[in-house]
């Protein structure tokens, strides 16, 4: 499942949850579109993390002082939620590239998986490494890395009084036909409380950070 930088909002169209007699991009009576809502979480780099510069000598910003180069690309994740634990496997690749190249190196880069909740509450974090090995001669190479995050099914599910109100039916013409559920700042709240991302990135420094932000 390949995806592109985050960008995160609860989506203003009815949500039911996965098994549900609707189907994904179905019209219901109300002329809205239905949409299946899965307890696994959605699997994002974040903007600005997805690449990392080296500079020899550290200091410099300069062209001609990059080292190496790097991207995250290729992320793709596997869901298993048939236990209590939803456990969500990230893979990505590392694809580096470095100036010079007339000798053998290994560069260690550092990568984060971090579970948000809500769209902003992050918790739990943790940091890896993928280390990618460059040949004599070679100035590109590259290496692969998994990260895996674990959430809890009962935190991942809405509550029966909240599934009630999203998938309700309201008949065309009634006074509720044109009031999305999700306006009701209890039922958004509920659906954000319940909503993962499983983020994988470089871990940047800030001065990184800062680079990637204003190059």
């Given at each position: ?21 609707s ?94 909740r809500?769209?902003s ?79 994988v ?15």
């Amino acid at each position: 499942m390949p995806v592109t930088a985050r960008k995160f909002a609860v989506p203003a169209i009815l949500m039911l949850l996965a098994g549900g007699c609707s189907t994904t991009g179905e019209i219901d009576e109300t002329g809205g579109i239905t949409a299946i809502r899965s307890a696994c979480p959605t699997v994002a780099v974040p903007a600005g993390t997805g690449d990392i510069t080296l500079f020899d000598p550290p200091a410099s910003r300069t062209a001609a002082a990059i080292d190496v180069a790097a991207v995250l690309t290729n992320v793709r994740s596997t869901c298993a939620d048939a236990t209590d634990d939803i456990v969500t496997t990230v893979s990505f690749d590392i694809q580096a590239r470095r100036a010079a190249f007339d000798a053998p190196r290994d560069v260690d880069f550092p990568y984060f998986i971090t579970v948000v909740r809500g769209g902003s509450a992050v918790i739990a974090k943790r940091v890896g490494h993928v280390t990618v090995h460059f040949n004599a001669g070679q100035d590109r190479a590259s290496a692969s890395g998994q990260a895996t995050s674990t959430i809890s099914r009962a935190a991942a599910t809405l509550s029966d009084d909240v599934r009630k109100k999203l998938t309700e039916k309201r008949k065309a013409g009634g006074s509720d036909a044109a009031v999305d559920p999700l306006t009701r700042p209890e039922i958004r709240q509920a659906v954000l409380r319940a909503t993962f991302e499983a983020l994988v990135g470089f871990q940047l420094t800030d001065d990184q950070l800062k680079y990637n932000a204003t190059r």
